[in-house]
């Protein structure tokens, strides 16, 4: 397959590239139905307000909630596009995936479970149901880098690695970002009318929280990630860094609280500088802020005896820990 030719942000015309892949969006369909998965991160954010650019109604756009996403996470998107004139229906996955990660440790056999619940069984019911032809979805370049090098399986990447959607989902894929990395989609993605509070978000990996618990994700260790995962996005959202997250690690560590030992969990933070996500630092965050999200970390998480800091740079480092 052909190498994907880059539209760097800085010399993208933002309203032409609207306008061009409405066109392709619109000449994909003809006068069928697409269907779109919208998570609330920025890329699916701009994918959905292009694909109902171009299609108008024509486009059903969905919410699968998977039971691994941030705190009313579901609700927050709704309403959001709901003001936006965009109709999102909320579909109820949560056993699936939880069934389908069942007993996996090994982080790329646990990404492939959520992209083979997400692909084949729910959205294959949902494309069946619907009678659509297509899947629209928000791949950028990055996710094809990172998957096509061997870094990291993204759950969006298919025809780079030689899988037909066709033939393995029953539907075809349009991909009007692929060309561009975060910062472009920022362009488009306000320029198509997102308030900042959608054009600006931090990245959310596809696995979701899936990705910040090391080992098997299961229904507590992801209720403690969410609760981990509002206290940094509540202390850290003023840093102006571009990603920010907390880890549930695997092992357990030896604590002490009210005077008795507590084996308990420990989590890792991490927050990154970055343009487009192919390199990062870790954000100089002041020591008085890490010790205030220690603190409410210990206090507020269930379990909770440990909280560091990752210093380590992209590379060698990666931005998720899965």
Not at 213 to 220: D, P, Q, S
Request: hydrophobic fraction near 40%.
């Amino acid at each position: 397959m052909a190498a994907i030719k880059e539209l760097k942000a800085s010399g993208l015309d933002v309203e032409q590239f609207i306008k061009d892949r409405a066109k392709e969006i619109s000449e994909a369909v003809g006068d069928g139905v697409a269907i779109n998965a919208l998570s609330g991160g920025v890329d699916s954010c701009a994918v959905t307000m292009l694909g109902h650019k171009a299609l108008g109604d024509r486009l059903k756009t969905y919410f699968i909630d998977n039971g691994i996403m941030r705190e009313g996470e579901p609700q927050k998107v709704v309403a959001l596009f709901k003001g936006l004139g965009v109709h999102v229906e909320i579909i109820d996955a949560q056993d699936k995936f939880f069934d389908a990660m069942k007993g996996i440790t090994d982080p790329e056999e646990k990404r492939e479970a959520v992209t083979q619940t997400f692909y084949k069984d729910v959205f294959g019911k949902l494309v069946r149901e619907s009678g659509a032809k297509h899947l629209l979805q928000g791949t950028i370049l990055t996710d094809v880098d990172e998957t096509v090098a061997g870094i990291k399986r993204q759950h969006n990447v298919f025809e780079q690695l030689g899988i037909d959607p066709q033939k393995a989902f029953g539907y075809k894929i349009i991909e009007p970002l692929i060309q561009l990395r975060k910062d472009g989609v920022r362009k488009v993605a306000e320029a198509c009318g997102l308030p900042e509070a959608a054009y600006n978000r931090i990245p959310f990996p596809g696995p979701a929280l899936a990705a910040r618990v090391v080992g098997e994700a299961t229904r507590e260790k992801i209720a403690i990630v969410r609760k981990a995962t509002t206290i940094v996005e509540d202390i850290l959202g003023n840093t102006g860094a571009f990603q920010y997250m907390g880890i549930l690690h695997e092992d357990k560590v030896t604590g002490m609280r009210d005077g008795k030992r507590e084996f308990g969990n420990q989590i890792e933070v991490r927050c990154w500088d970055s343009i487009d996500a192919r390199t990062a630092t870790p954000t100089n965050v002041p020591y008085e802020t890490l010790r205030k999200l220690a603190d409410r970390m210990v206090n507020e998480v269930p379990g909770v005896v440990s909280v560091t800091y990752h210093i380590a740079t992209k590379p060698p480092s990666t931005m998720e820990v899965v």
